[in-house]
């Protein structure tokens, strides 16, 4: 079974701290991941996708990708109360000849004014 | 603008009725995908589709089906033989060459079972 774990939380983090989101991931075969962000009743957004390891960066938000420890994190900084929202890791695994996305069940961050 | 369009946005259906979901896209992208969403639940696959008059099964496609006669539209069927059907419905597409793993998603139908 491949599984994708997140913590489920809620995550709470005052208005600009940094907020840590962390994801581990049990198929070694797993090239591709991805970070996104729902407000609840929403869809999900893709905030960040990453595939080498090392860290990411886009604006307040980068994405740390570990393959050998099959671990992922996003790191929120500046926090803001419009960042508060269900994070979900998904990662890409092989299957037959195609692939899948696999979803953690999410973790819920609240940002504190 | 492009993007990816589902419709009803809300959905009631009575025991024992077929109701099918609509999920359009503009962008161009080859392949699109069907996912049932549960409170606390993470995402999981009902079908895919790679390319037109083609589609494979998900993990949960039982009670299910899908056609797929335009690249632009991949409509799901949930049939009365889906026991627990009410879930959030989220249907996704992306491009398969050049590399790109990202997949976008619409807005997504909340279907309730009365």
């Known amino acids: 079974q491949k599984e994708v774990e997140q913590n489920s939380g809620p995550l709470s983090v005052p208005e600009g701290a940094i907020a840590s989101l962390n994801c581990t991931y049990s198929?070694?075969?797993?090239?591709?991941f991805f970070w996104y962000r729902q407000y609840s009743g929403k869809s999900p957004e893709l905030i960040m996708s990453?595939?080498?390891?090392g860290d990411k960066e886009d604006g307040r938000f980068t994405a740390q990708l570990n393959k050998a420890s099959q671990y992922v994190s996003l790191l929120i900084r500046d926090s803001q109360p419009s960042d508060s929202a269900t994070y979900l890791c998904?990662?890409?695994?092989?299957?037959?000849?195609?692939?899948?996305?696999?979803f953690g069940k999410g973790t819920k961050l609240t940002v504190n004014p | 603008d492009g993007g990816i369009t589902q419709s009803p946005k809300y959905l009631f259906r009575k025991e024992g009725q077929n109701v099918t979901l609509s999920c359009e896209q503009n962008?161009?992208?080859?392949?699109m995908y069907w996912y049932r969403q549960d409170p606390g639940q993470g995402l999981r696959l009902i079908y895919y589709?790679?390319?037109?008059?083609?589609?494979q099964k998900g993990d949960i496609a039982e009670g299910y089906s899908v056609s797929r006669e335009k690249k632009e539209s991949f409509p799901l069927t949930v049939t009365s033989a889906q026991k627990n059907p009410t879930a959030f419905y989220l249907c996704?597409?992306?491009?398969?060459?050049?590399?790109?793993?990202?997949?976008?998603f619409g807005p997504g139908t909340r279907l309730t079972v009365l």
């Open positions: 996704a597409s992306r491009v398969l060459a050049g590399g790109r793993n990202e997949q976008f």
């Open positions: 198929d070694r075969g797993s090239q591709s």
């Open positions: 990453i595939y080498s390891n």
């Open positions: 998904a990662v890409k695994v092989p299957q037959g000849g195609s692939e899948k996305l696999v």
């Open positions: 962008l161009n992208h080859d392949a």
């Open positions: 589709s790679q390319i037109v008059n083609d589609f």
